[in-house]
T-cell receptor, first 113, second 109 residues
Framework: DADVTQTPRNRITKTGKRIMLECSQTKGHDRMYWYRQDPGLGLRLIYYSFDVKDINKGEISDGYSVSRQAQAKFSLSLESAIPNQTALYFC????????????FGPGTRLTVL | GQNIDQPTEMTATEGAIVQINCTYQTSGFNGLFWYQQHAGEAPTFLSYNVLDGLEEKGRFSSFLSRSKGYSYLLLKELQMKDSASYLCAPGGRSYIPTFGRGTSLIVHP
């Protein structure tokens, strides 16, 4: 079984809809992250959480919100999706006690029409 | 961003050696990561340099010079499966990692 899972893997939605992307991990890591990846722009950090009670904005948080429901779960919401949020979204985890090497989920491909 | 510069694309021949450079303008990070990402897949960890110098791990080696703001990833005995993007990322120990845009490596026969 994969250590970091994301659901859904693919999603097509319409402008204005609310979307939630979910991430779960079985690695026992304390830190979790959400990134988006666009062609030519690399990985950009949306939000990160160092523990259940800690939520921080990243480089591009506008239009997104997150919830850390448990140490193992970190969800990303788009309250009102817009076409320029079409991207590949990755969740990642790391362990604070070991260099913070990041382990990524398989990604969610989101298309907003 | 943290002004991380990598070449956009490189091509090389199977069996050859290729060096992917990364320059950055940031400080305060603990170490420098390299990740590999195949098209449509998640990035995976390749290497982490804490100290200046060369770290060798099989066919892959990574070098860091903090004073020069410079790192490189060296891939030897290239294989077709090495065709991927390679991401440079200062980070480690609570320093929020920032990823470069990645270098797309194309290995041809």
């Amino acid at each position: 079984d994969a250590d970091v899972t994301q659901t859904p893997r693919n999603r097509i939605t319409k402008t204005g809809k609310r979307i939630m992307l979910e991430c779960s991990q079985t690695k026992g890591h304390d830190r979790m992250y959400w990134y988006r990846q666009d062609p030519g722009l690399g990985l950009r950090l949306i939000y990160y959480s160092f523990d259940v009670k800690d939520i921080n904005k990243g480089e591009i948080s506008d239009g997104y919100s997150v919830s850390r429901q448990a140490q193992a779960k970190f969800s990303l919401s788009l309250e009102s999706a817009i076409p320029n949020q079409t991207a590949l979204y990755f969740c990642a985890t790391s362990f604070s006690g070991r260099a913070d090497t990041q382990y990524f989920g398989p990604g969610t491909r989101l298309t907003v029409l | 961003g943290q002004n991380i510069d990598q070449p956009t694309e490189m091509t090389a021949t199977e069996g050859a050696i290729v060096q992917i450079n990364c320059t950055y303008q940031t400080s305060g990070f603990n170490g420098l990561f390299w990740y590999q990402q195949h098209a449509g897949e998640a990035p995976t960890f390749l290497s982490y340099n804490v100290l200046d110098g060369l770290e060798e791990k099989g066919r892959f080696s990574s070098f860091l010079s903090r004073s020069k703001g410079y790192s490189y990833l060296l891939l030897k005995e290239l294989q077709m499966k090495d065709s991927a993007s390679y991401l440079c990322a200062p980070g480690g120990r609570s320093y929020i990692p920032t990823f470069g845009r990645g270098t797309s490596l194309i290995v041809h026969p």
